[in-house]
């Protein structure tokens, strides 16, 4: 419809006499209703969190675990009031561990403008696959179980684990103090076994270690011992982050190997202590704060993460591992860590642009004692975690069974 000059100026003046009389109620500021008195509302009753993950098939258990840390999450942040005077609410789809349902999910959820966050897909491959979807559709999105890939040149992506860059080099540092002078990988032949290897045998080659090589793994491999046959005279084997790295120990148990078994912050899961039993006692692990199923004093864990993983054990339970007696709990912490990071950044912005939440998240500083991870939270480069976050731990096995043991910090 066209206008007049004359229409035009009368419509103005009648929207500025509107706005004068609502001021002390309330103003708009990018979709958001901002009050006088401080507060503010999103203009929505509810903002969705979507998480992609494996809830069945083999991998089944890190599904569960990041559901569960979300429910915990999710639920206190909204006793709390939510965000906005929005209620917070999970969607879950489960990949399945298959990568076409994967990105099927991250296509959905990076086209749903009710969802505000996403968590996953779950595994450097399927990120890989569908974190285009996530740029192209400005879509915060928040990857706690993706150790591998480069998140510094991602507008909406973010890492909410250890990258495998800050494992190795925390790893290595602790393996040279101990005399260790060269190492190799043991690791499926996909992106995180790759990933894995390059960075490993890079910074091994800088720090003056000895690189051994890596043996790509198969999916259908019975035994890993030919792997580590080739690698004996290793001072160390990187392990893999998934339940193969359990062949691996078994293999090296088998063969007598004589080194030192390491790998990532998936060596902290029972299963691999289920399956490799006792050949996984010793096995050293590079992860953000665990201090379970440490046998120290709960009042010397964080505050935050003590209140979140005894929530978890409450509504949840813990996993026991029916041959070892094994335990863990049925928490993904580090995936909680994304939605305290996005309700905070959308609280600082005022905002659910995306644009808005990207850069309120780049300048956030929440300390380790308010996150349920129990790590600080200060992005660089994309990245939650820094260095300091990183601990070495090591599998051990007394006459109380099971428990870890942190070695560096």
Known sequence: MTFSTGRKITALLGAAVLLTACAGKEE?????????????????????????TPMTGPLAVVGISQENSLKIEVDRLNAEGGIGGAKLELVTRDSGLDPAKAVQAANE???????????????????????????????????????????????YGFRAQDPVSLDVEKMLAHLKSQGVTSIGVVYEGDDAGKGTADEVKRQAEAGGLTWKGFEATRSDDQSHRSYVDKL????????????????????????????LIVGGSGARNIA????????????????????????????????????????????????????????????????????????RAVEQARSLDPDAVVAAI???????????????????????????????????????????VETSG
């Open 109 to 155: 959820f990076a086209g749903d403008e009710s969802v505000g966050l996403v968590i996953g897909p779950a595994l450097s491959a399927f990120y890989n696959a569908a974190k285009g979807g996530f740029e192209s559709g400005r879509k915060v999105n928040c990857q706690p179980m993706v150790a591998t890939g480069d998140f510094s040149g991602l507008k």
């Open 362 to 404: 780049d300048k956030l500083e929440i300390p380790d004692t308010e996150t349920p991870s129990g790590n600080s939270i200060s992005p660089e480069k994309h990245e939650f975690f820094g260095l300091d976050d990183v601990h070495i731990y090591q599998w051990k096995k007394d006459d109380k069974g099971w428990t870890t």
């Open 232 to 259: 004996k005279d290793a001072g160390a084997i990187w392990i893999s982050n998934t339940a193969s790295g359990a062949k691996t120990m078994a293999a090296a148990s088998e063969a007598g190997y004589q080194g």
């Open 28 to 52: 708009r500021a990018g979709g958001a209703q901002v009050s006088s008195d401080g507060g503010w509302n999103v203009g929505r009753p509810v903002v969705k969190v979507g998480l992609i």
């Open 272 to 343: 691999f202590i289920e399956a490799a039993g006792d050949t996984a006692d010793g096995t050293l692990f590079a992860a953000t704060y665990y201090p379970y199923p440490s046998r120290d004093d709960r009042a010397t864990w964080k505050p935050a993460y003590r209140k979140h993983i005894e929530e978890i054990e409450k509504r949840f339970g813990k996993n026991v591992g029916p041959k070892t007696g094994a335990e863990s709990p049925k928490a993904a912490e580090i995936s909680a860590d994304c939605v305290l990071a996005y309700t």
